[in-house]
T-cell receptor, first 112, second 113 residues
Framework: RKEVEQDPGPFNVPEGATVAFNCTYS??????FFWYRQDCRKEPKLLMS?????NEDGRFTAQLNRASQYISLLIRDSKLSDSATYLC?????????????WGLGTSLAVNP | EPEVTQTPSHQVTQMGQEVILRCVPI?????FYWYRQILGQKVEFLVS????????KSEIFDDQFSVERPDGSNFTLKIRSTKLEDSAMYFC???????????FGPGTRLLVL
């Protein structure tokens, strides 16, 4: 089983749509969880951290289910500028090292 | 806003040549990382560095790779004898103490011919 698994997509949605991405991770000892966004040929940029209680940042909502080892990202009222690859990222290191383990990413295209 | 910088943005080299990729992490950060991303593939951890030594390295980070923080501001990745399969985007990241977030530089695109 892959350490971090995502549906690669692509997801093609019209502007204004709601879209949800899912991610599963294999290591139950994983400590922290993130969604990064990556535009074509650019560096990954942190979109949001993911907490067990769920967290929301504007149109973006992230959820974590530790029992199922499952992470989700919901984007509401999608904009053209949301078109990117969304990377599910897990840190399984409880110490100071904090190396990140990455999913392959889910590609989103928002169409006018 | 402080940011991680990397040079060069692009590097083309011949197989077998040495390359040095440079990074300037955010100034008060203590933890430094190199990741790579082969075109069309996922981002992969290479190495982490703290307190002037490697804290962890992946299987990819073999004897051909080395890292150094030569002067307190730069953080370099050296590939001694490049192979075709080293062609990738190399990202440097840094993190402050007691922080979760790693901040990424814009990357160096390495092409080995």
């Amino acid at each position: 089983r892959k350490e971090v698994e995502q549906d690669p997509g692509p997801f093609n949605v019209p502007e204004g749509a709601t879209v949800a991405f899912n991610c599963t991770y294999s290591n139950s000892a994983s400590q922290s969880f993130f969604w990064y966004r990556q535009d074509c040929r650019k560096e990954p940029k942190l979109l949001m951290s993911v907490y067990s209680s769920g967290n929301e940042d504007g149109r973006f909502t992230a959820q974590l289910n530790r029992a199922s080892q499952y992470i989700s990202l919901l984007i509401r009222d999608s904009k053209l500028s949301d078109s990117a690859t969304y990377l599910c990222v897990v840190n399984k290191d409880a110490g100071n090292n904090r190396k990140l383990i990455w999913g392959l990413g889910t590609s989103l295209a928002v169409n006018p | 806003e402080p940011e991680v910088t990397q040079t060069p943005s692009h590097q083309v080299t011949q197989m077998g040549q040495e390359v040095i990729l440079r990074c300037v992490p955010i100034s008060n950060h203590l933890y430094f990382y190199w990741y790579r991303q082969i075109l069309g593939q996922k981002v992969e951890f290479l190495v982490s560095f703290y307190n002037n030594e490697i804290s962890e390295k992946s299987e990819i980070f073999d004897d051909q790779f080395s890292v150094e923080r030569p002067d307190g501001s730069n953080f370099t990745l050296k590939i001694r004898s490049t192979k075709l399969e080293d062609s990738a985007m190399y990202f440097c990241a840094s993190r402050g103490d007691f922080q979760e977030t790693q901040y990424f530089g814009p990357g160096t695109r390495l092409l080995v011919l």
